[in-house]
């Protein structure tokens, strides 16, 4: 789906340049929107270098790559893994998109609420975002967030999860000497078992880098690896039960609630869809599970524009005038 922001196409402003970031842990996207016409930018994530800097990179390839326009103002939008729930820090952004020699307003919230009105827009609900790792965000009487702790303290059922289950599933299937096909792949990937201790000593993966062994994992849970299947199901039991814990802190939203899940986890199909499905419906009957209208990074780009953020969303976000040096406004975060 191109970026144009939750449920269809944001209308054109040619009074300013939308632009919205998403910054993950595995990759930062960004989009650029003038009118009709469109700029798109991809750099690294979350790990791979200061990801202040990453935004304003990703900010000024997208502006490249728009083309020329005339002297409007920006309205940035950007969604930040790393921020576990905290209000994000803008000083760094607004500082590096003002020696861009731009002006315009900057609103970041924490990657969960880009990745909600992506999926959902402006209604009640909730929306588990999957990837790398995982956070869950629930809209309701009040909202509650779930997870997001990070790969060493949660993240529970995301690729990191995953991958990590798999490369212990495997340990374990050496330690008992039975090889076979996980245990193959995984030496594939990481090298021989009997270095692993000191790799991951000396020179750990990052997290993306693991999760990105969930892809080897599905491969051989289709293939009938009964431990790689399991694993899968275990992923999606455990995403739902962060969508239960959090509604239940959240309150009700109605007779049900939508529950829509995001990212790139949720690309397995069944693999994940059918053991969340299920156990969600037996911890929380009245969850309605929905189709995701867009992406994160539609959902960043509705959060350059105010107007389309909920009160509730919009009281997790920090917002700032690019041309000021002081913060012109900032909602209490929680």
């Given at each position: 789906?191109?970026?144009?922001?939750?449920?269809?196409?944001?209308?054109?402003?040619?009074?300013?340049?939308?632009?919205?970031?998403?910054?993950?842990?595995?990759?930062?996207?960004?989009?650029?929107?003038?009118?009709?016409?469109?700029?798109?930018?991809?750099?690294?994530?979350?790990?791979?270098a200061d990801?202040?800097?990453?935004?304003?990179?990703?900010?000024?390839?997208?502006?490249?790559?728009?083309?020329?326009?005339?002297?409007?103002?920006?309205?940035?939008?950007?969604?930040?893994?790393?921020?576990?729930?905290?209000?994000?820090?803008?000083?760094?952004?607004?500082?590096?998109?003002?020696?861009?020699?731009?002006?315009?307003?900057?609103?970041?919230?924490?990657?969960?609420?880009?990745?909600?009105?992506?999926?959902?827009?402006?209604?009640?609900?909730?929306?588990?975002?999957?990837?790398?790792?995982?956070?869950?965000?629930?809209?309701?009487?009040?909202?509650?967030?779930?997870?997001g702790w990070?790969?060493?303290?949660?993240?529970?059922?995301?690729?990191?999860?995953?991958?990590?289950?798999?490369?212990?599933?495997?340990?374990?299937?050496?330690?008992?000497?039975?090889?076979?096909?996980?245990?193959?792949?995984?030496?594939?990937?990481?090298?021989?078992?009997?270095?692993?201790?000191?790799?991951?000593?000396?020179?750990?993966?990052?997290?993306?880098?693991?999760?990105?062994?969930?892809?080897?994992?599905?491969?051989?849970?289709?293939?009938?690896?009964?431990?790689?299947?399991r694993i899968?199901?275990?992923?999606?039991?455990?995403?739902?039960?962060?969508?239960?814990?959090?509604?239940?802190?959240?309150?009700?939203?109605?007779?049900?609630?939508?529950?829509?899940?995001?990212?790139?986890?949720?690309?397995?199909?069944?693999?994940?869809?059918?053991?969340?499905?299920?156990?969600?419906?037996?911890?929380?009957?009245?969850?309605?599970?929905?189709?995701?209208?867009?992406?994160?990074?539609?959902?960043?780009?509705?959060?350059?524009?105010?107007?389309?953020?909920?009160?509730?969303?919009?009281?997790?976000?920090?917002?700032?005038?690019?041309?000021?040096?002081?913060?012109?406004?900032?909602?209490?975060?929680?």
């Open positions: 789906m191109d970026a144009t922001g939750a449920g269809g196409p944001a209308p054109a402003r040619p009074d300013v340049v939308r632009v919205g970031v998403d910054l993950g842990q595995g990759g930062c996207r960004a989009v650029a929107r003038y009118g009709a016409r469109t700029g798109h930018a991809d750099t690294g994530g979350f790990w791979g990801p202040d800097a990453r935004v304003v990179t990703a900010v000024r390839d997208a502006l490249a790559d728009l083309g020329p326009v005339a002297d409007v103002p920006l309205a940035v939008g950007v969604g930040m893994t790393g921020l576990n729930g905290q209000p994000p820090r803008v000083d760094p952004i607004r500082s590096g998109l003002r020696d861009l020699g731009r002006r315009g307003t900057l609103r970041v919230a924490d990657d969960s609420v880009t990745a909600y009105l992506g999926a959902l827009g402006p209604v009640p609900g909730v929306v588990v975002a999957a990837g790398t790792g995982v956070v869950v965000l629930a809209v309701g009487a009040t909202v509650a967030r779930a997870d990070g790969a060493d303290l949660g993240d529970r059922g995301s690729g990191h999860w995953i991958g990590r289950a798999a490369i212990r599933l495997a340990l374990r299937d050496h330690d008992r000497g039975r090889p076979g096909p996980l245990l193959e792949a995984v030496t594939a990937t990481f090298g021989p078992v009997e270095t692993l201790p000191a790799h991951w000593r000396d020179q750990p993966p990052t997290p993306e880098v693991v999760a990105g062994f969930a892809t080897t994992v599905a491969e051989l849970a289709r293939a009938g690896h009964p431990g790689a299947r899968w199901e275990r992923a999606g039991r455990l995403l739902a039960e962060s969508v239960t814990a959090a509604v239940r802190r959240s309150g009700p939203v109605g007779p049900e609630v939508p529950v829509a899940g995001t990212g790139g986890l949720f690309g397995a199909g069944n693999l994940l869809i059918a053991p969340f499905t299920a156990a969600l419906r037996a911890g929380l009957p009245q969850a309605r599970p929905v189709p995701a209208a867009g992406d994160p990074l539609a959902g960043a780009l509705a959060l350059s524009d105010g107007s389309a953020v909920p009160a509730p969303l919009a009281a997790l976000t920090v917002h700032v005038d690019l041309e000021k040096v002081d913060i012109v406004e900032e909602v209490e975060p929680r």
